[in-house]
């Protein structure tokens, strides 16, 4: 019997809402991607990043977690400034850009509707994080950005929300001996906002790599 996978197929039937949103922006733009977002980066990443889910001109546009979006300005332009990014910028998936001992997914493959996917949704995704972090054994350390990807990890490794309580900067080593640290989302509203600088997420990416072994 196969086991797990971590990819969403390209027409994942499993939640209904995000299905009937994402036919209807395949009727729209039919040039966009539009379809579960796979993971990027090496499969031999030792730290794996975790953000919420596509955003609707970003990765559900181009196919590529945080590409072409501004969630991705702060996010790889910190990459490149650590060496873990062969360019500060993500414009495309044909674009050039490598990560350099870094893999970035979501908790959420689909694009949801005002970039908020329900519960249910969260918990049915949920399978392809699980199966991600069980077959990428190389991970010693995931950077959760935001309540949501720190909950996903949390379940994704078969533990209970309450075993870890979500703070900016906070770090809790899972059971299978891999560090898990949060970060606020680098979302345009927490950036804007000041509820997240640029110090701050780069100090935390920093202290996640160097766990990691970066």
Request: aromatic share 8%.
């Amino acid at each position: 019997m196969a086991g797990p996978t971590s990819k969403a197929g390209h027409d994942c039937p499993r939640c209904p809402r995000l299905v009937a949103f994402r036919e209807t922006w395949r009727t729209r733009e039919p040039g966009w991607f539009n379809a579960p977002v796979p993971s990027f980066g090496p499969r031999d990443a030792r730290l794996l990043i975790v953000g919420l889910a596509p955003g609707l001109r970003g990765a559900n546009r181009t196919g590529r977690p945080f590409t072409g979006d501004y969630a991705g300005i702060l996010l790889y332009d910190s990459l490149h400034r650590l060496g873990l990014s062969t360019a500060p910028t993500s414009v495309d998936r044909s674009d050039g850009l490598r990560l350099l001992g870094v893999r970035i997914t979501n908790a959420v493959k689909c694009l949801p509707p005002e970039n908020k996917p329900l519960p249910a949704e969260i918990k049915t995704c949920n399978q392809y994080l699980a199966a991600e972090l069980q077959q990428l054994r190389s991970v010693k350390a995931v950077l959760a950005l935001g309540v949501v990807a720190h909950d996903a990890v949390l379940k994704g490794v078969g533990l209970k929300p309450a075993a870890a309580k979500f703070a900016h900067g906070a770090e809790f080593l899972l059971p299978d001996e891999r560090w898990l640290i949060d970060s606020y989302h680098c979302s345009r509203y927490n950036t804007q906002t000041r509820r997240l600088t640029p110090e701050m997420f780069q100090s935390v990416l920093k202290r996640a790599s160097a766990l990691a072994g970066l």
